[in-house]
């Protein structure tokens, strides 16, 4: 039987970004537990830091970017990480739009049974 290593509060650990969250966080999945990750980005290998856990779910912090994402870009402000009034300047306008029109058609199928065609 293969059994899947549980992951604990302060383990740094090697994750794959697969999506983005609602508040635009990079999601992965490890163990059978979702995590997620702010400022990480999907496409991207990060190396992450456990913050959180629960049963279902975890959140971390992001330490080291390994394999960086083609629409990572330089945030525009210098306490962009420090501030939390802007979390996803580290993100190019391009991917933003398409990131947010797959969080709003995802949310009104959830919500209504319906798919949508979400314009720019």
């Not at 979390?87 to 797959?102: D, F, G, P, T, V």
Request: glycine share 8%; net charge positive.
């Amino acid at each position: 039987m293969d059994m899947e290593k549980t992951i604990k509060q302060n383990d740094i650990i090697q994750l794959e970004i697969i999506d983005y969250g609602i508040n635009g966080e990079g999601v992965a999945r490890t163990g059978g537990v979702v995590v997620f990750v702010p400022f990480a980005m999907k496409g991207e290998t990060i190396k992450a830091k456990i913050t959180f856990v629960k049963k279902d779910f975890a959140t971390a912090e992001l330490v080291e970017v390994v394999t960086g994402s083609p629409f990572r870009v330089k945030p525009v402000c210098n306490r962009f990480s420090r501030c939390g009034g802007c979390n996803l300047l580290h993100i190019s306008y391009e991917e933003q739009i398409r990131m947010k029109k797959n969080i709003l058609r995802t949310t009104l199928k959830k919500n209504t049974k319906a798919d949508f065609e979400v314009e720019d």
